[in-house]
């Protein structure tokens, strides 16, 4: 894979922006990556593309369900924790200096 930084000019392809975990897609001519030179990319193949694509759809099919189930888990132990008498720890505010 080709490293490439923000602000550069690029060919078209796909451009993986590990820091924000985003890709970025130029068509066409390509184009400029957005961000500034302390951004890195990543150029990634066609063929690895095509591979990934389906990889990345399935685990947020099967990611999304579980963590709507865990967040209401969640939120239905504060509510019992709440109703006995225990309600959740605080953290003391900060002194201003």
Do not use: N
């Not at 922006?17 to 390509?30: D, F, N, P, Q």
């Not at 369900?65 to 209401?72: C, D």
Request: aromatic share 10%; no cysteine.
């Amino acid at each position: 894979m080709t490293r490439w930084t923000g602000g550069s000019k690029v060919p078209a392809g796909f451009y993986w922006r590990k820091s924000a975990w985003e890709m970025v897609t130029l068509s066409g001519e390509g184009g400029v990556l957005p961000g500034g030179r302390d951004e890195r990319y990543f150029k990634v193949p066609v063929l690895a593309m095509l591979a990934l694509a389906p990889a990345m759809g399935a685990a947020l099919v099967m990611f999304l369900p579980l963590m709507g189930f865990m967040m209401a888990g969640r939120e239905i132990v504060r509510k019992a924790r709440t109703a006995a008498g225990r309600p959740r720890a605080t953290v003391p505010a900060r002194k201003a200096a």
